[in-house]
């Protein structure tokens, strides 16, 4: 059976005056899968998740989600993507509860729908106890699972998750893990970024590995090691990114 | 795409007035300072108060719709929050036409209080559909400068220090206290450049007996004081996200 193509991208670049952040890219994304784009930081990544969600303008390429161009259609791509930025940027001085409804209503939840939808979010993401709490009050993890809520509040079909795990702790970062598990088998698509290749390689079903805005390979962790004789995703991408001589050559120092 | 549009326009007007707006600082800016400003004046300058009602209405209009307008848009962007509006299916003019609306709504409240005090308490017989015309697009016009005034610059410092300039210049050139028609020349000329101008003379011929057309003119001037600040306003904030 052909698998569903739900991110399609073709020569996506962006240039930020003589500086090629992404160098025409190309890479699919089937439904329902964990894509993971890894990379140094530096690589390309955040501007790549900016030009796919909208926040920012390719220079040249397009990319198709759902089928709409990037480049036209918009708006109406973001009505079907929920999208957790690297940092936590929901409203200080409102409510968890507050905060999911009002996200919810801009994407035109009705008021009465909005506050279900986040008040099941907020007991599945176990923070119902802190509900009527303000955001500011919360701990970086808790944070962290708020914003994934509210990209969540609006039943996205694919969402894009930047660095989701930085700047945690171990418990917290593992119970996201899980929750980004669970997604998943709920039959969301994610597309993540990470420079934390262990985490990648628990969690995603492919990768895109992206150095100085070019992609040099994409495929499951397996194959990616299989390929490069590597026993870890991390052992794989040193290889692949030439890294590896730079590593040794530090250790050796030693 | 324009009913979402307009949805989002709603949604974060009433989100700023519940987040920035209906808290101590706003409201004692909004409120306090114009009729402190007015009652200093009027204890040097004792007279009719009636003739200093439209000044106090005008001020309020000013820093109420002001107070917080000129620092939100630099404040989210700083905190991320304003791309996280952006992520929603909304495009940037109804994202800044959403923070305009927020702080017209609070302006209204703080107006509203004032004007409904003073034609109470000093038995003034306004002309109801003229007072609302002018306050209305005064509130739009202060709201968007102070939005227009806080994308041209990087920090939130640098939008409070930057609106105090044109907030100081009408205090004195638009009549508030001394009229425009008693200032020297080039003064006169300069003061037909602030839109606080328009809402003052606005304002004092709505609470007029021989009220005259030239509302409508005052008016008029403030739409256009209004595009004249939420285009390019616009055009600046889509730039940051290009």
Redesign the interface.
């Known amino acids: 059976m052909d698998k569903e193509v739900v991110i399609q991208v073709s020569g996506l670049t962006k240039c930020y005056g003589e500086i090629v952040a992404v160098d025409h890219i190309n890479f699919e994304v089937n439904k329902g899968e964990v894509f993971g784009f890894l990379g140094p930081n530096g690589a390309g990544k955040t501007t790549t998740i900016r030009m796919l969600?909208?926040?920012?303008?390719p220079t040249e390429g397009d990319a198709l989600i759902l089928g709409l161009s990037i480049k036209t259609k918009i708006?109406?791509i973001?009505?079907h993507i929920g999208?957790v930025?690297e940092?936590s940027?929901?409203?200080?001085?409102?409510s968890a509860l507050?905060n999911l409804i009002?996200?919810a209503?801009?994407?035109?939840v009705p008021k009465g729908l909005a506050r279900k939808r986040a008040q099941e979010l907020l007991k599945a993401f176990r923070l119902f106890e802190r509900k009527d709490s303000l955001f500011r009050t919360f701990s970086r993890g808790m944070k962290r699972a708020l914003t994934i809520a509210?990209a969540l509040v609006h039943d996205p079909e694919i969402l894009f998750l930047d660095e989701p795990t930085v700047g945690l702790d171990v418990v917290a970062a593992r119970s996201l893990r899980n929750l980004i598990a669970n997604l998943r088998h709920q039959g969301k698509t994610i597309f993540l970024t990470t420079h934390y290749l262990e985490e990648a390689d628990l969690l995603c079903d492919r990768v895109a590995i992206l150095v100085k805005g070019r992609i040099l390979a994409i495929d499951k962790p397996l194959n990616l090691k299989a390929k490069t004789d590597k026993k870890s995703l991390e052992e794989a991408f040193m290889k692949i990114t030439g890294l590896e001589p730079e590593i040794l050559a530090i250790e050796k120092g030693k | 795409m324009w009913r979402d549009n307009l949805r989002g326009i709603f949604n974060i007007a009433l989100k700023d007035i519940k987040t920035y707006y209906l808290k101590p600082p706003a409201v004692s800016w909004g409120i306090v300072f114009p009729i402190t400003w007015i009652l200093a004046f009027y204890l040097r300058h004792p007279g009719d108060f009636k003739e200093l009602v439209p000044g106090m209405i005008g001020l309020t209009i000013l820093f109420s719709t002001t107070a917080a307008e000129a620092v939100v848009l630099n404040f989210e962007l700083r905190l991320g929050t304003l791309e996280r509006l952006l992520l929603a299916p909304i495009g940037v003019a109804a994202v800044l036409l959403g923070k305009v609306l927020g702080g017209v709504i609070f302006g209204l409240l703080m107006t509203t209080i004032i004007t409904t005090l003073s034609v109470i308490v000093l038995g003034l017989h306004p002309n109801i559909f003229y007072l609302i015309l002018i306050i209305l697009s005064s509130l739009f016009v202060f709201s968007s400068l102070g939005a227009f005034l806080c994308v041209i610059v990087k920090e939130v410092f640098e939008a409070q220090t930057l609106l105090n300039l044109p907030r100081f210049l009408m205090i004195f050139l638009s009549g508030v206290v001394y009229p425009v028609s008693k200032m020297p020349l080039v003064l006169r000329y300069f003061s037909y450049l602030l839109p606080l101008t328009y809402t003052i003379d606005g304002l004092r011929r709505s609470f007029s007996t021989d009220l005259n057309k030239m509302v409508l003119l005052d008016f008029i001037i403030l739409i256009i004081f209004f595009i004249l600040s939420v285009l390019p306003a616009i055009k600046l904030l889509s730039r940051k996200f290009e």
């Open positions: 969600t909208g926040l920012s303008k708006t109406e973001k009505k999208v930025p940092i940027n929901l409203y200080d001085e409102l507050d009002f996200m209503q801009l994407y035109g509210a």
